[in-house]
């Protein structure tokens, strides 16, 4: 059975920083591009940072460009989110999925597995 489980959430205050991770099971994605997408209360989900097969390019939103960064451990099936300089509008639930191809994409139909999410809070 393949799953992606997230971890690293929690509370933080305005200007902290967290990293989320997670973990795959069940089957490598070493050859899929990786994603990070959140869902803020009565919001859409939208698209955070996605990283390629390798490692070697990523994609982020605007919102979170030099914030925050992806990365990848094919070795151990995980990627990464090193999120800085959190602000009170990055609060929402945090989801990591494996993409259908090798190239990063912000699309979030091009993702076919998801995790369950991790809590992210900050405090303003």
């Given at each position: ?6 971890s690293?959430?929690g ?10 991770s997670c973990?795959?099971?069940?089957r490598t994605f070493?050859?899929n591009?990786?994603g990070?997408f959140r869902q803020?209360?009565?919001k859409?989900r939208?698209?955070v940072?996605a990283i390629n ?6 994609d ?7 914030r925050f960064t992806i ?13 800085n300089?959190?602000?009170s509008e990055d609060?929402?639930?945090?989801y990591c ?7 990063a994409?912000?699309r979030?139909h091009?993702?076919n ?6 809590q992210?809070t900050v405090?303003?």
């Open positions: 059975q393949v799953q992606l489980v997230e690293g959430g509370l933080v205050q305005a200007g902290g920083s967290l990293r989320l973990a795959a099971s069940g070493s050859s591009a990786m990070w803020a209360p009565g859409e939208e698209f940072a097969w390798s490692g070697g390019d990523s982020y939103a605007d919102s979170v460009k030099g990365s990848r451990d094919n070795a151990k099936n995980t990627v990464y989110l090193q999120m300089s959190l602000k609060t929402a639930v945090y999925a494996a993409a259908t191809g090798p190239l994409t912000f979030l091009e993702y597995y998801w995790g369950r999410g991790t992210v405090s303003s």
